[in-house]
């Protein structure tokens, strides 16, 4: 959770604080309707009952580019694309949005200490068609995992706010399920439609 320094504020319960004392003046910037930012927002903005109009971007670049020179006032960007200019001090974070705190940041809370039960973490993953052989799934699932278990791996991973996450492809499959009910209630709810 990021934000443009001129918004006057240091942690996410002054961030709360100060978006309901000063209703639909907060924008917050997406990559585009759906995308993880976008919806992110949205349930922070459903579990905090706050108001902040979204503002669609075509893309990362140019919603990350506003938000710097204060266009837009608030992004739930991912860590890899914000750290920089977080550590340069042309960003100021609050939060992690992820259900623990981030080896990169270490000093950001997580949005969850403030609003028991937000989690927003993208991910990334490897499938495979229907029909691959077991053993081959199998094979492939070890080597993945022998990667990211890799110490060079770990490290330019954790450089970039992000973590590995080795698994087996039945947690993967669980945690696909998992993440599709979550983020379909909030779409529900926010009544997002494709564009």
């Known amino acids: 959770m990021a934000l443009n320094p001129s918004v006057p504020v240091k942690t996410v319960p002054e961030f709360i604080a100060y978006a309901k004392t000063h209703p639909g003046k907060l924008n917050m910037a997406s990559a585009g309707v759906g995308t993880p930012a976008h919806v992110s927002g949205e349930m922070f903005k459903m579990m905090?009952?706050?108001s902040m109009p979204h503002v669609p971007y075509r893309?990362?670049?140019?919603?990350?580019?506003?938000?710097?020179?204060?266009q837009v006032q608030v992004m739930f960007v991912a860590m890899s694309a914000s750290i920089e200019y977080i550590r340069a001090g042309k960003l100021r974070a609050l939060a992690v949005t992820t259900a623990s705190r981030s080896d990169a940041l270490?000093?950001?809370?997580?949005?969850?200490?403030f609003v028991p039960g937000f989690e927003a973490s993208t991910m990334g993953g490897i499938g495979m068609p229907r029909g691959t052989p077991v053993e081959l799934i199998d094979e492939l699932n070890k080597e993945i995992n022998a990667g990211l278990?890799?110490?060079?791996?770990?490290?330019r991973l954790a450089d970039r706010?992000?973590?590995a996450l080795p698994g087996?492809?039945?947690?993967?499959g669980k945690l696909l399920a998992d993440e599709t009910e979550k983020w379909g209630k909030v779409i529900r709810a926010a009544n997002i439609?494709?564009?």
Request: aromatic share 2%; glycine share 12%; net charge negative.
């Open 161 to 163: 706010g992000s973590t």
């Open 106 to 113: 270490p000093d950001l809370p997580t949005v969850a200490d």
């Open 48 to 50: 905090t009952g706050i």
């Open 193 to 195: 439609r494709p564009e």
């Open 149 to 155: 278990d890799d110490p060079k791996m770990k490290t």
């Open 168 to 172: 087996s492809p039945s947690n993967f």
């Open 59 to 70: 893309g990362g670049t140019p919603a990350l580019t506003d938000l710097i020179s204060g």
